[in-house]
């Protein structure tokens, strides 16, 4: 751990959408040369590891990206050109690379300062690195972790939405991502931004906390060829591990027809079908009828 590194926020609460700042923007394992390296050994490992996203995706678009760069440009190439418009490179499960994985050891024993009880009992860290320069965009969506999004460098537009805003996520929605791992039912409805609670700029030096399943897209539009690094730090935690099988048992009640409460609502009533979504996920497992989603 490297005590000068440090993420704040004032006030902190692992339930909601915060504000960060950081101190990451000069930590030598995400410089641009740093990350390029990074790249390279990420896709030697594993193509999947680096992905590209087509040009012409907008922020009700699908999530989908593709393992080589749509003009062709090789890993080098992207990092020889990132100025580029357009330019988007993505580094998925970086923590693969075991020397990137002192950068998240140390990101997240930065952040995990500001945890305690059971957002404090972290498991299954991991990385998420985004290069990019402007026009580029990462649709709506929603993800299983919690996350210490941090802008290292240039400047995201970036708007998230409350974990419990079933406005702008329904509860069923929440349930398909985190059962069946299917975003089918995320769709991004513009009428909804007025209710983010954070969209604008984040710039080098700051961040945002997103807990598990807050709806989230982001979009670099400065001009001039300024490149965006910016790197989504995840991890489980007892309690989204709790919240994710009471989802799965809510998700099992709806498809009896029920309607059930929505998670989060009712501790006593969570407890009991925190028990129920977790043997009912194992059963699934071993029945080979479920692949066991990650966190739970
Ligand atoms: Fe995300």
């Known amino acids: 751990m490297n005590p000068r590194y440090e993420i704040s926020a004032d006030p902190f609460?692992?339930?909601?959408?915060?504000?960060?700042?950081?101190?990451?923007?000069?930590?030598?394992?995400?410089?641009?040369?740093?990350?390029?390296?990074?790249?390279n050994r990420l896709q030697a490992k594993d193509r999947r590891h680096v992905k590209f996203i087509d040009p012409a995706t907008r922020v009700d678009s699908r999530l989908h990206h593709?393992?080589?760069?749509?003009?062709?440009?090789?890993?080098?190439?992207?990092?020889?050109?990132?100025t580029t418009p357009g330019t988007y490179i993505a580094l998925y499960e970086a923590q693969a690379?075991?020397?990137f994985r002192k950068v998240v050891d140390d990101v997240?024993?930065?952040?995990?300062?500001?945890?305690?009880?059971?957002?404090?009992?972290?498991?299954?860290?991991?990385?998420?690195?985004?290069i990019s320069c402007a026009p580029t965009v990462t649709p709506f969506h929603i993800d299983r972790e919690n996350?210490?999004?941090?802008?290292?460098?240039?400047t995201k537009h970036t708007s998230v939405w409350q974990p419990n805003d079933r406005e702008t996520v329904s509860e069923a929605a929440v349930e398909g991502w985190i059962v069946h791992q299917s975003l089918?039912?995320?769709?991004?409805?513009?009428?909804?931004?007025?209710?983010?609670?954070?969209?604008?700029?984040?710039?080098?030096?700051?961040?945002?906390?997103?807990?598990?399943?807050?709806?989230?897209?982001?979009?670099?539009?400065?001009?001039?060829?300024?490149?965006?690094?910016?790197?989504g730090f995840v991890f489980y935690s007892r309690a989204t591990k709790r919240r994710a099988n009471?989802?799965?048992?809510?998700?099992?009640?709806?498809?009896l027809g029920m309607n059930p409460t929505?998670?989060?609502?009712?501790?006593?009533?969570?407890?009991?079908?925190?028990?129920?979504?977790?043997?009912?996920?194992?059963?699934?497992?071993?029945?080979?009828?479920?692949?066991?989603?990650?966190?739970?």
């Open 13 to 39: 609460d692992a339930t909601r959408v915060c504000r960060l700042s950081h101190n990451f923007g000069d930590h030598p394992g995400l410089s641009n040369e740093a990350l390029r390296g990074l790249a």
């Open 66 to 82: 593709d393992s080589k760069a749509h003009d062709g440009r090789s890993v080098d190439q992207v990092f020889d050109t990132l």
């Open 97 to 99: 690379d075991p020397e």
């Open 108 to 130: 997240i024993e930065a952040g995990r300062k500001l945890l305690s009880g059971d957002h404090a009992e972290i498991f299954d860290t991991d990385a998420y690195v985004f």
């Open 147 to 154: 996350n210490f999004f941090l802008q290292i460098r240039g």
């Open 184 to 231: 089918d039912q995320v769709v991004f409805d513009e009428s909804r931004l007025p209710f983010a609670a954070v969209d604008g700029n984040v710039k080098g030096g700051e961040g945002v906390f997103m807990p598990s399943t807050a709806a989230h897209m982001t979009q670099t539009e400065t001009p001039g060829g300024e490149v965006s690094v910016s790197v």
């Open 246 to 255: 009471v989802h799965a048992c809510n998700a099992l009640l709806r498809r």
């Open 262 to 296: 929505p998670a989060g609502e009712n501790s006593l009533l969570d407890s009991c079908k925190y028990l129920m979504g977790f043997t009912a996920i194992r059963v699934l497992t071993a029945l080979g009828r479920l692949q066991k989603p990650r966190g739970m």
